[in-house]
């Protein structure tokens, strides 16, 4: 059995999919588009040369594309203030009192918590929002509402 150049460029970019379907790196889809351009020069007729200058100004070009595209998207909050990943953050609780070193024991959601005042100021007892959980600690500010 003989393949042609082209089957070999498919063949490149289906391995580079299944890679990035093991690794999930986003990139190799990028280099599985220069396979697929050197598979196109090669049912275009170019020789080997043409199709590696191809595969690589495609599979360098969307690489680099993506990863400024990538590099200039704003960046999402740590985990542990960020509200897509935590649900707590934003919830309210009520501080009784609190203790000298800035900390309290608060209830929520049925039990028992640590809150760390994490405002500006004095902490005073009252509502407060979670703006953070760092372990088993919760920390709070207090709510402008």
């Not at 990943?85 to 934003?90: K, Q």
């Not at 039990?111 to 760390?116: F, G, L, N, V």
Request: aromatic content about 8%; proline content about 5%.
């Amino acid at each position: 059995m003989n393949l042609g150049a082209a089957t070999w460029w498919w063949l490149v970019a289906g391995l580079l999919v299944l890679g990035e379907l093991f690794v999930g790196s986003f990139y190799l889809l990028m280099l599985a588009l220069g396979g697929v351009a050197g598979a196109v020069a090669a049912h275009l007729g170019a020789g080997y040369p043409g199709q590696l200058v191809a595969a690589a100004l495609v599979g360098a070009g969307t690489t680099a594309i993506w990863h400024f595209k990538r590099a200039r998207a704003p960046r999402s909050a740590p985990v542990e203030s960020n509200r897509d990943a935590n649900l707590d953050i934003g919830q309210h609780v009520q501080v009784e009192a609190w203790d000298a070193d800035g900390s309290a024991r608060i209830s929520y959601r049925g039990s028992s918590w640590t809150a760390q005042f994490g405002g500006t100021g004095t902490p005073a007892p009252g509502r407060h929002a979670i703006v953070a959980v760092k372990g088993n600690r919760l920390i709070v500010e207090p709510d402008p509402h």
